[in-house]
């Protein structure tokens, strides 16, 4: 059977809201269309500045149209995502309905060997990391490709050879980007697990919080945490001194931004036990 292509299954998953994914990509195209139009009018704007054009009625005309081409990219775009937002959620809720329905129908034994940490990073934490995608992915993927295949077709029509001219930066930015994506792959199954464990670690503290209390092994067990928090950290290294060494672009960002939960969690490491 041909394997399914990521965006094809999301695609399939929300098959009840393809209406308005459809009709948030119709809205960012027509955006996109609509940024453009500064742009046309700020050339008309310059060549009358080099005529010498000095009424300002000469300009009124192309500022209100710059103007409007503005406003209505700023509402096309803005409704656009919203859309896209709400058919994202519902499309969400579905996506976490099918895993709740498949967890009775697995083995006992993936069930008992699956920590609640694991469980929980699956149907919350990572359900909830493709929101930002998923309301992205249609309408600005597809206003992101249609903004730059429009101005290629204007320069054709300007020039050729400039439209040719500034198409020679594609074969760098394509090799750019597949160095960028082998170390994210690399490192994002490690990120992965270091999450998963701190799920799991998270989740035993709340569940057996009073149970090591009763036994006398706070200090153990906040010991433990600690480990988990500090592996969770060295986690969002993304980039390491190997990437650097192959000759990776120094200016990115060493390590991401800690999460604001992460941080709780390290400056209250008694946060479950305290009391």
């Keep these: 059977m041909e394997q399914q ?45 080099l005529a010498g054009e000095q009424a300002l009625n000469a300009y009124t005309p192309w500022l209100l149209t710059a103007l409007c081409g503005y406003l209505l990219r700023t509402v096309l775009y803005n409704s656009a995502l919203s859309i896209s937002h709400k058919a994202t959620y519902n499309i969400l809720k579905t996506i976490r309905q099918m895993l709740l329905a498949k967890l009775p129908k697995l083995p006992l034994g993936t069930v008992m060997d699956t ?17 930002t995608t998923l309301a992205h992915l249609f309408p600005e993927m597809t206003a992101n490709i249609a903004a730059p295949v429009l101005t290629i077709v ?44 701190l799920n799991a670690a998270t989740m035993d503290r709340a569940v057996n919080a009073l149970t090591y209390r009763v036994f006398g092994r706070e200090e153990e067990r906040r010991a433990a945490y600690e480990e988990h928090l500090t592996a969770y950290e060295h986690g969002l290294a993304v980039f390491d001194s190997r990437d650097l060494k ?7 960002q060493r390590k991401l ?18 009391g």
């Excluded at 027509?30 to 050339?43: E, I, N, S, W």
């Design 5 to 49: 292509s990521p965006v094809g299954r999301i695609w399939q998953w929300g098959e009840a809201e393809h209406g308005r994914l459809i009709t948030a990509v119709v809205l960012a195209v027509l955006g996109t269309v609509c940024g453009m139009v500064p742009y046309f009018a700020a050339a008309k704007i310059i060549t009358l500045l």
């Design 115 to 131: 920590s609640s940490g694991k469980l929980k990073q699956t149907i919350v934490d990572q359900v909830d990391g493709m929101e």
């Design 154 to 197: 204007y320069l054709f029509v300007l020039d050729w050879r400039l439209a040719l001219l500034s198409m020679a930066f594609l074969p760098g930015s394509y090799a750019l980007a597949e160095r960028m994506k082998r170390p994210v792959q690399r490192t994002g199954a490690a990120f992965k697990e270091q999450a998963g464990a």
């Design 246 to 252: 192959k000759g990776f672009p120094v200016f990115v």
């Design 257 to 274: 931004p800690l999460p604001a939960a992460y941080t709780t969690l390290r400056r209250e490491n008694s946060f479950f036990f305290s």
